[in-house]
């Protein structure tokens, strides 16, 4: 494991640009199977959970370049199996996305339960059960699920839940129905969007993304496409979290506004100073933090986004005030703040869910360790304004979601060391 080696109190100033989202990379990188020729993604973040998915889909048969760059082509053309590598599958929980394009160019898939960020129970319940309103059978035999596709079925497909991963799911199993399709109860986030704008792309006519009712009418034979990955806005807030906590000015840049509307309106409840600068840039501006209210939640999109409780945690604790912090998603997800405890933050932990925080609190150096990928850039941007010299350890964690994140904030003046396992 490599760990970073972070003195906290230095301001951090400058301009920096907000990465392509991991969220919408891996769900296009998995579209790209459904078509007949070459698809080319551009503005794709350089991470870990990338070139995992890269690594998938090369084991599958397909050809993949570019891994390691911002631009990856994937030729889906010597595609030859619908069985996911048990190994790569348990390093990265989008993985199950894959069964979806599998399950439509093949019939049938073959996966193992994914790996990734242990956060809560994360059940893989809504996405068989959206499945198997398309007709697929689901087996479990010897650990692993076999899924069947034999005789497909159209009309109204109800979720039980807006989850994002089935949407995504449904959006790629509707590319191989004879009929039109009706998805009710869908997730409506931005990388929903953005993979409905690159299937319509592709030869799918999908209508209401960004909704929680799509459409989808049958179109001609998928084929491979140019797309740019949407800037990743979890990233882009996070950013603006590390300016303000640090008291800095920092602008940044690649943002689309229309994707901050509730994160603008929750930074601005505690205090945090902001204009627009340009058509798609914001500036943080040194901050006098105070809590305007009592409560905060996580709710589906346009609502709070549960990937940003943990960095708004940290932020909690440098604002004046009591605020209470409430992710109803993920049982685990709050229980990083045993951390920040020990950081000296003024935390109670209510139940898994919630945890009222007080502040501001004086936090101090400690050596941690990356939890999840939420969790570890939270710890990182609490090491920021901590006195003295904090070691944060198995950041490869952190380097799954976000790019060159110790590079990036040094340009913006943290001081920041990565020590890496053979030093």
């Not at 698809?39 to 048969?61: A, H, Q, W, Y």
């Not at 300016?243 to 601005?268: E, F, P, R």
């Not at 904090?390 to 994140?405: F, H, K, L, P």
Request: with cysteine.
């Amino acid at each position: 494991m490599s760990k970073f080696l972070i003195t906290g109190g230095t301001k951090l100033n400058g301009v920096i640009k907000v990465s392509g989202s991991k969220n919408s990379a891996l769900p296009l990188l998995a579209a790209s199977l459904l078509g007949d020729s070459p698809s080319v993604f551009t503005n794709v973040p350089v991470i870990k959970d990338v070139e995992v998915m890269g690594r998938l889909i090369e084991k599958l048969g397909a050809k993949v370049e570019g891994l390691g760059t911002g631009t990856l082509k994937i030729n889906p053309r010597s595609l030859s199996s619908y069985e996911l590598d048990p190994a790569l599958t348990e390093r990265i929980r989008g993985s199950v996305i894959l069964a979806a394009p599998l399950i439509a160019r093949f019939g049938k898939a073959i996966i193992t339960p994914p790996g990734g960020d242990q956060i809560g129970e994360r059940l893989l319940d809504t996405h068989f059960s959206m499945m198997q309103k398309f007709g697929v059978k689901v087996k479990k035999e010897n650990g692993k699920y076999l899924l069947s596709w034999d005789k497909k079925k159209e009309g109204n497909i109800f979720l039980e839940e807006a989850s994002v991963t089935a949407t995504e799911m449904a959006l790629m199993l509707g590319s191989n129905t004879k009929g039109d399709i009706v998805l009710e109860d869908v997730a409506s986030e931005p990388h929903v969007v953005d993979l409905a704008d690159y299937l319509n792309k592709s030869g799918m006519k999908i209508k209401g993304a960004g909704t929680n009712t799509v459409r989808i009418s049958k179109g001609k034979l998928l084929k491979g496409v140019s797309h740019r990955v949407i800037p990743d806005h979890i990233e882009g807030a996070t950013l603006a979290i590390a300016a303000a906590i640090t008291g800095g000015k920092v602008i940044i840049k690649d943002v689309v506004y229309a994707h901050y509307k509730i994160i603008l309106n929750y930074l601005s409840q505690m205090g945090v100073s902001y204009k627009f600068a340009g058509k798609d840039a914001i500036q943080i501006l040194p901050s006098k933090l105070v809590a305007k209210r009592r409560k905060f939640q996580t709710r589906p999109w346009p609502g709070f986004p549960t990937d940003l409780m943990s960095p708004f945690i940290v932020l909690a604790t440098q604002t004046k005030g009591t605020v209470l912090c409430h992710d109803w998603m993920y049982e685990w997800r709050v229980f990083f703040v045993d951390d920040l405890i020990s950081m000296g933050a003024n935390i109670f932990i209510a139940d898994p869910h919630r945890v009222i925080v007080t502040g501001p609190t004086k936090l101090n150096a400690e050596k941690v360790f990356c939890k999840d990928i939420r969790a570890g850039i939270s710890i990182i941007l609490a090491a920021l304004v901590a006195e003295g010299v904090s070691t944060i350890d198995n950041v490869e964690m952190v380097e799954r979601g976000y790019e060159r994140i110790e590079e990036r904030f040094k340009n913006l003046g943290a001081k920041i060391k990565r020590v890496d396992h053979d030093e």
